[in-house]
């Protein structure tokens, strides 16, 4: 069974080293027996001097091998957050194409085709916002996710324009590049639906 944390290091440590170690304390004993006349009797406490630093020749290896084995492990950790931090940041998906659909009721709509991306899925809602040259996302709007094509790309139909941003959806419609390529498509939730599905409905007049 394994066990985890310094225990599974301190372990796996010893497991590493214990042939070495062996090796070492059997080579140790047979240098003091081999420093000592045949004749002549080891004393107990040489033995016991000898045990005793093989011993702690063992356990500092021990500590050694599991320091180094704990931060290489500590690294690998580190290095697969650090990609998958950069794998949710690639997520986002780029905006490839925009242009206004009439519908079969005669309602013309905007949908902006996106990049395949694991992020979204049909019928989610969404928000678009495009990054200035000061770098600020500025919200442009809302709508929802439309179509998931076969090819995995997305269909995102923007529903709800906000006040002053005609300019930048003129420009989507005229696939301006700069302009799709500053263009963010985020899942959306807003505070007041999210508040609403988890402390229930609020009376405006209390």
């Known amino acids: 069974m394994k066990t985890n944390g310094i225990s599974s290091a301190l372990w796996n440590a010893f497991i590493s ?3 070495v170690a062996v090796g070492l304390i059997g080579l140790a004993i047979a240098l003091v027996a081999w420093a000592w006349k045949p004749e002549t009797e080891i004393k107990l406490s040489i033995a016991i001097a000898v045990t005793i630093l093989s011993g702690l020749a063992l356990l500092f290896a021990i500590l050694t091998k599991a320091l180094i084995d704990t931060n290489k492990e500590l ?3 580190t290095q697969n957050l650090i990609e998958t931090i950069k794998n949710q940041k690639q997520q986002i998906p780029r905006a490839i194409l925009c242009k206004k659909i009439e519908t ?3 309602v013309h709509q905007t949908i902006i085709l996106l990049e395949a991306s694991d992020l979204f899925l049909g019928g989610m809602a969404v928000s678009f916002s495009y990054v200035d040259q000061d770098g600020f996302e500025r919200l442009i709007g809302h709508g929802y996710i439309s179509v998931i094509q076969d090819d995995k790309r997305i269909q995102a139909t923007l529903t709800n324009l906000l006040p002053g941003q005609d300019d930048i959806a ?3 419609l005229q696939n301006n590049r700069q302009t799709l390529d500053t263009l963010r ?9 999210l508040t609403q599905i988890t402390q229930g409905p609020t009376n405006a007049n209390t």
Not at 185 to 193: M, R, V
């Open 17 to 19: 080293v214990n042939g």
């Open 75 to 77: 690294n690998n950790t």
């Open 104 to 106: 079969t009721k005669g």
């Open 170 to 172: 003129n420009k989507l």
């Open 185 to 193: 498509t985020k899942p959306y939730l807003s505070h007041p639906f």
